[in-house]
């Protein structure tokens, strides 16, 4: 059976077709590269190229060899496209449609569904700041978090990332919540068939993910996600600042304009960046750090951003992680004597919990009148928070 492995000129003309003006930044940046630059992060964007990324075809019935190609993606970056996934062009459509919706209705209203302690609900522009050390703003982009819906007649619902989510008024968005969960349950099957791949890969039995105890009862989250402006990496201006996800698997829809970067090797001197360009019917997915922690490091959880070019952007990152008391510890096939698990065993729900604290505003946050005080970069600025 051939394997689909997209060549790089196909990638870079279709993604320049869609992304209108992804071609220019890719022009200005290697011009930059002959001019005098001192700071670092000029340096690191200096060389930016596109990705070649593995595609995995999840009909593809010899489930061994797509794992074996899958390993492989895994081992390099982490980073892979998956095609005939099965989720419809039309519900991709409606969700990409309803979310932008969503997004053009007036800020009050918006802001009525503002996230709350259990992250669902409406992020506005700067509300996370990935990489405070390189950001001088939070991202440019407001977000809409849907989560697992666990009813209230389940023993498990005030646990913390289950419970219920949080809908814009029916009358202002009819349909968007239906929308939206069609998009989720989608969005979960595929993620339960790339997880059973990533067990074979790792030689474990093809259900090892895919059961009751870690995929049983999934913290599995939709995001929404509106980006806008220019990205200035030399200023500290993202659309997304670097980060490298906190869960298991993310598959990540976009409009196809042009912005995701990833960064293979952090620890390089110089950082590399690559464009991931989008492709028609194929979901970009990458590897969160609860899989590097499972793989003892063997499987990569790589670091990434969004630069923004001046137009509109949309995306819908879809996070997987496994059930909220899920312990993720080193796989038995990923130590051995010589090669003792890394990282110490972690809570799921704790893990995560950590993780979004760290990069998110905290809701009673706000509600303060001096945001000055709650938010490190001082140049921070809410041009929602009206007072
Ligand atoms: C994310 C992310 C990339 C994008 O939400 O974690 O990396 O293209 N998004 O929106
Ligand atoms: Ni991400």
């Given at each position: 059976?051939?394997?689909?492995?997209?060549?790089?000129?196909?990638?870079?003309?279709?993604?320049?077709?869609?992304?209108?003006?992804?071609?220019?930044?890719?022009?200005?940046?290697?011009?930059?590269?002959?001019?005098?630059?001192?700071?670092?992060?000029?340096?690191?964007?200096?060389?930016?190229?596109?990705?070649?990324?593995?595609?995995?075809?999840?009909?593809?019935?010899?489930?061994?060899?797509?794992?074996?190609?899958?390993?492989?993606?895994?081992?390099?970056?982490?980073?892979?496209?998956?095609?005939?996934?099965?989720?419809?062009?039309?519900?991709?459509?409606?969700?990409?449609?309803?979310?932008?919706?969503?997004?053009?209705?007036?800020?009050?209203?918006?802001?009525?569904?503002?996230?709350?302690?259990?992250?669902?609900?409406?992020?506005?522009?700067?509300?996370?700041?990935?990489?405070?050390?390189?950001?001088?703003?939070?991202?440019?982009?407001?977000?809409?978090?849907?989560?697992?819906?666990v009813?209230?007649?389940d023993p498990q619902w005030d646990r913390p990332f289950y419970g219920?989510?949080?809908?814009?008024?029916?009358?202002?968005?009819?349909?968007?919540?239906?929308?939206?969960?069609?998009?989720?349950?989608?969005?979960?099957?595929?993620?339960?068939?790339?997880?059973?791949?990533?067990?074979?890969?790792?030689?474990?039995?093809?259900?090892?993910?895919?059961?009751?105890?870690?995929?049983?009862k999934?913290i599995?989250?939709?995001?929404?996600?509106?980006?806008?402006?220019?990205?200035?990496?030399?200023?500290?201006?993202?659309?997304?600042?670097?980060?490298?996800?906190?869960?298991?698997?993310?598959?990540?829809?976009?409009?196809?304009?042009?912005?995701?970067?990833?960064?293979?090797?952090?620890?390089?001197?110089?950082?590399?960046?690559?464009?991931?360009?989008?492709?028609?019917?194929?979901?970009?997915?990458?590897?969160?750090?609860?899989?590097?922690?499972?793989?003892?490091?063997?499987?990569?959880?790589?670091?990434?951003?969004?630069?923004?070019?001046?137009?509109?952007?949309?995306?819908?990152?879809?996070?997987?992680?496994?059930?909220h008391d899920?312990?993720?510890?080193?796989?038995?096939?990923?130590?051995?004597?010589?090669?003792?698990?890394?990282?110490?065993?972690?809570?799921?729900s704790?893990?995560?919990?950590?993780?979004?604290?760290?990069?998110?505003?905290?809701?009673?946050?706000?509600?303060?009148?001096?945001?000055?005080?709650?938010?490190?970069?001082?140049?921070?600025?809410?041009?929602?928070?009206?007072?």
């Amino acid at each position: 059976m051939q394997m689909p492995y997209y060549n790089v000129d196909y990638i870079a003309t279709h993604s320049i077709m869609k992304g209108s003006n992804a071609k220019d930044i890719l022009v200005n940046n290697s011009n930059k590269e002959m001019s005098e630059m001192q700071t670092k992060n000029q340096v690191e964007d200096s060389i930016i190229q596109e990705s070649l990324l593995t595609c995995i075809d999840l009909a593809n019935s010899d489930l061994h060899q797509s794992a074996l190609l899958l390993k492989k993606a895994c081992l390099d970056s982490g980073f892979f496209y998956v095609i005939n996934h099965g989720i419809s062009k039309e519900v991709t459509d409606k969700a990409f449609e309803q979310s932008k919706k969503f997004f053009a209705l007036p800020s009050e209203e918006k802001m009525k569904v503002l996230k709350n302690e259990k992250h669902r609900g409406y992020t506005p522009l700067y509300d996370q700041i990935p990489d405070p050390e390189n950001q001088v703003q939070g991202d440019h982009k407001e977000g809409y978090y849907i989560g697992s819906e666990v009813p209230r007649d389940d023993p498990q619902w005030d646990r913390p990332f289950y419970g219920l989510n949080t809908w814009p008024n029916p009358d202002v968005l009819p349909g968007w919540r239906e929308t939206m969960e069609e998009y989720h349950q989608e969005a979960l099957r595929v993620c339960k068939a790339i997880a059973k791949l990533l067990a074979l890969s790792l030689d474990l039995d093809a259900d090892y993910f895919d059961s009751p105890e870690m995929l049983g009862k999934p913290i599995s989250t939709l995001r929404l996600l509106h980006y806008e402006g220019i990205s200035d990496p030399s200023k500290g201006i993202y659309g997304t600042g670097a980060h490298s996800d906190y869960g298991m698997i993310t598959l990540l829809a976009t409009d196809g304009v042009m912005g995701l970067q990833i960064c293979k090797d952090r620890n390089a001197k110089l950082q590399k960046w690559e464009y991931v360009p989008s492709i028609e019917g194929a979901i970009v997915v990458n590897l969160g750090d609860m899989m590097e922690r499972w793989s003892n490091g063997l499987f990569r959880s790589t670091l990434h951003r969004v630069i923004l070019n001046g137009q509109s952007r949309y995306s819908i990152p879809f996070f997987v992680e496994p059930n909220h008391d899920c312990i993720i510890e080193c796989l038995p096939t990923c130590q051995s004597e010589n090669n003792l698990p890394k990282y110490p065993a972690i809570k799921c729900s704790a893990y995560l919990t950590q993780r979004y604290e760290e990069s998110h505003l905290k809701f009673s946050s706000y509600k303060k009148t001096n945001l000055s005080e709650v938010c490190s970069p001082p140049s921070f600025h809410y041009p929602w928070f009206s007072s």
